[in-house]
């Protein structure tokens, strides 16, 4: 096992199929990089919860976590929940890194792509 893992974060949903194009993305990271830990957790309404994948990974040795929010922005959610949840996490098992990237939305190349596939879905194309 790899000493990295990466959590993809996302909100969840009552309805166990909202969670599926998470899956699938979960799917395509792992088949990348085969020998690294590749989780999904959920801020509520879903399992695993962030703690305990959090927890799960440090258990089994990991010693640097990626935490990858897959939002479209940093609302409440990303800028006071998610730390307050990591926080315990951080304490409890001091040596586990853990980073938290910038929610997938405001990476300028996914907003160029769901710009591009936004368009094709009307028909219309980009200049």
Known sequence: MSNSAIILFAHGSRDPKWAEPFKAIQTLIRA???????????????????QACLTSLATQGVKRVS??????????HLREDLPALIAPIRQQFPDLEIDVSAPIGEIPEFQVAIAKLALEQANLQIT
């Open 67 to 76: 935490v990858v929010p897959i939002f479209l922005a940093a609302g409440r």
């Open 32 to 50: 990348d990089v085969p020998n690294t830990p590749v989780e999904l957790a959920f801020l509520e309404l879903m399992q695993p919860g962030i």
